[in-house]
T-cell receptor, first 111, second 116 residues
Framework: AQRVTQPEKLLSVFKGAPVELKCNYS??????LFWYVQYSRQRLQLLLR??SRESIKGFTADLNKGETSFHLKKPFAQEEDSAMYYC?????????????FGKGTKLTVNP | NAGVMQNPRHLVRRRGQEARLRCSPM?????VYWYRQLPEEGLKFMVYLQKENIIDESGMPKERFSAEFPKEGPSILRIQQVVRGDSAAYFC??????????????FGPGTRLTVL
């Protein structure tokens, strides 16, 4: 079965500190992974996807198939990074595509 | 482009009533997805629709829930005879292209359903 696990419900760091939000997945097919972010009072929006290998707002995420992980990292956290972060796996079956989400990690960056 | 629109944003129903949630996809998008988020949980897929077609409803409860996406107008998620366990945030997302790996889904603000 497809599953996405985000082991940390809450993560708190100080401004300027490195941050890593963990994500592990379980999927028998070729994984396509995303990080979505939801800032306070805003809608869920795509932060980055593994296939594009880009850095958005200083965040990067590398797909590690051996460890089945897609951890999100940023070397120097900023207060405006405080938000809910969701890791998601795209599952493609029988002509249909859907996203499987983790439960999310609430990141708080303290001044 | 106003983005994905959902209404109402908040909906209160008593047990046994019907709930209708509406979703207007982004302009030019013809693929709609509904997700449900229970308290303390991640979003869970419910149904994927294209215009006038249900493509995948594997995440829909077998009873009381239905969805449609007519040729004209918004997509509707309908919950009949609501129960307290239906209280959740319901999110709609849309995408522009045919189902394919890696398509970005654009999310609406969600409808928060409370069943008294």
């Amino acid at each position: 079965a497809q599953r996405v696990t985000q082991p940390e419900k809450l993560l708190s760091v100080f401004k300027g500190a490195p941050v890593e939000l963990k994500c592990n997945y379980s999927y028998s097919g070729s994984p396509e992974l995303f990080w979505y972010v939801q800032y306070s009072r805003q809608r869920l929006q795509l932060l980055l996807r593994h296939i594009s290998r880009e850095s958005i707002k200083g965040f990067t995420a590398d797909l590690n198939k051996g460890e089945t992980s897609f951890h999100l990292k940023k070397p120097f956290a900023q207060e405006e990074d405080s938000a809910m972060y969701y890791c998601a796996l795209s599952v493609f079956q029988g002509g249909s595509e859907k996203l499987v989400f983790g439960k999310g990690t609430k990141l708080t960056v303290n001044p | 482009n106003a983005g994905v629109m959902q209404n109402p944003r908040h909906l209160v129903r008593r047990r046994g009533q019907e709930a209708r949630l509406r979703c207007s996809p982004m302009k030019g998008h013809s693929h709609v997805y509904w997700y449900r988020q229970l308290p303390e949980e991640g979003l869970k897929f419910m149904v994927y629709l294209q215009k006038e077609n249900i493509i995948d409803e594997s995440g829909m409860p077998k009873e009381r829930f239905s969805a449609e996406f007519p040729k004209e107008g918004p997509s509707i998620l309908r919950i009949q005879q609501v129960v307290r366990g239906d209280s959740a945030a319901y999110f709609c997302a849309s995408s522009p292209l045919a189902s394919n790996l890696g398509n970005e889904q654009f999310f609406g603000p969600g409808t928060r359903l409370t069943v008294l």
